[in-house]
């Protein structure tokens, strides 16, 4: 499990919130999907834990929260990642891992496409944001 928090400086963004389903079993399946982000989550697997045909969970996941659930499971994916780049020291390779990207090339076209920057630079931005943090905390 991930949790999902901060660093200073930057915002408290969640897309499981961002999503609000209406129902309990899409809100199942994005919590599922949050919980095993290192696994395949493939629209037939999300389907079996909706307890739906593919087709009708695919209809029903785009109707309840506006996005395909590939791009939900995107969504989680980097938001999983890029709080454990925030919060460990795991190599970006590990972080893909963990986070069922695969590989960090993979990562590394996802984050630019999301957040117009790859990885690395978000690492080093919560890490400057730390930084200072810690110094401001020292001289109070």
């Known amino acids: 499990m991930l949790y999902y928090r901060r660093a200073g400086g930057q915002s408290q963004f969640s897309s499981l919130l961002e999503l609000e389903p209406k129902s309990d079993r899409i809100q199942t399946v994005l919590t599922y999907a949050r919980r095993n982000l290192a696994a395949r989550l493939s629209v037939d697997d999300l389907a079996e834990v909706a307890h739906l045909s593919p087709r009708q969970f695919s209809r029903a996941f785009q109707a309840e929260t506006g996005q395909t659930p590939a791009t939900a499971v995107e ?9 454990l780049m925030e919060d460990t020291s795991h190599t970006l390779d590990v972080v893909a891992q963990l986070t069922g990207f695969g590989d960090r090339n993979r990562m590394r076209r996802a984050f630019v496409r999301a957040y ?4 690395q630079a978000i690492r080093h931005q919560s890490r400057r944001y730390a930084s200072i943090e810690e110094t401001e905390l020292v001289e109070r």
């Open 75 to 83: 969504n989680l994916r980097l938001e999983g990642a890029r709080a």
């Open 116 to 119: 117009g920057q790859p990885p």
